[in-house]
């Protein structure tokens, strides 16, 4: 018997919905344990609300729980190109070699050898392009990543968030675990 080939094809539009823009949060609430929760019943497809402790009442004894402690660091970088054009980067992940990946804007901008100024002492070069919208790049001034984070970052909020970053989003823009 031949069973007919099924093939599914999803585009980006299939997940598309209207969410009001007055429906996104712009802040974490102050108790984060008035954290909404949406439980979908596998079993028959049931969707109900509930808020975040519930959680506890949903695992059974032999299910495994992960939890993320990663944190968000200030890794999104505001600098100025050598034409005197703004430029951003958004450092991704330190490299063995003491490089970084970073996402940039302007992309077309961003080539090797090029660099960008963060402050008055901070001066990131780009290496070389990495594909997929990374670079990697270069501290070349006299502050090391590390201290230019510390300095200059702000925290990458996503773009849903519209508003600009607040030092208390250093905190505040966390998981609970972190």
């Not at 909404?36 to 299910?63: C, K, M, N, Q, Y």
């Not at 495994?64 to 991704?92: C, D, F, Q, W």
């Not at 519209?162 to 208390?168: A, N």
Request: glycine letters at 8%.
């Amino acid at each position: 018997r031949y069973f007919p080939l099924v093939t599914y094809v999803h585009r980006a539009s299939d997940f598309d919905y209207d969410l009001p823009a007055e429906r996104i949060a712009q802040d974490p609430l102050p108790d984060r344990a008035a954290s909404r929760l949406l439980v979908l019943e596998r079993a028959s497809g049931a969707i109900r609300h509930t808020h975040f402790p519930s959680l506890l009442d949903l695992l059974a004894p032999e299910d495994v729980l992960v939890v993320n402690e990663s944190r968000v660091i200030p890794a999104r970088l505001h600098g100025t190109r050598e034409s005197g054009g703004a430029a951003e980067l958004l450092l991704v992940r330190a490299l063995p070699d003491g490089t970084w990946l970073a996402m940039g804007h302007p992309g077309g901008k961003l080539k090797p050898g090029r660099r960008v100024t963060i402050g008055d002492d901070c001066v990131i070069e780009i290496v070389e392009g990495q594909g997929g919208g990374l670079r990697r790049v270069r501290f070349v001034g006299p502050l090391d990543a590390r201290t230019a984070i510390a300095r200059y970052g702000a925290v990458p909020l996503p773009p849903y968030i519209r508003r600009p970053p607040r030092p208390d989003d250093r905190e505040r823009y966390q998981t609970v675990y972190a």
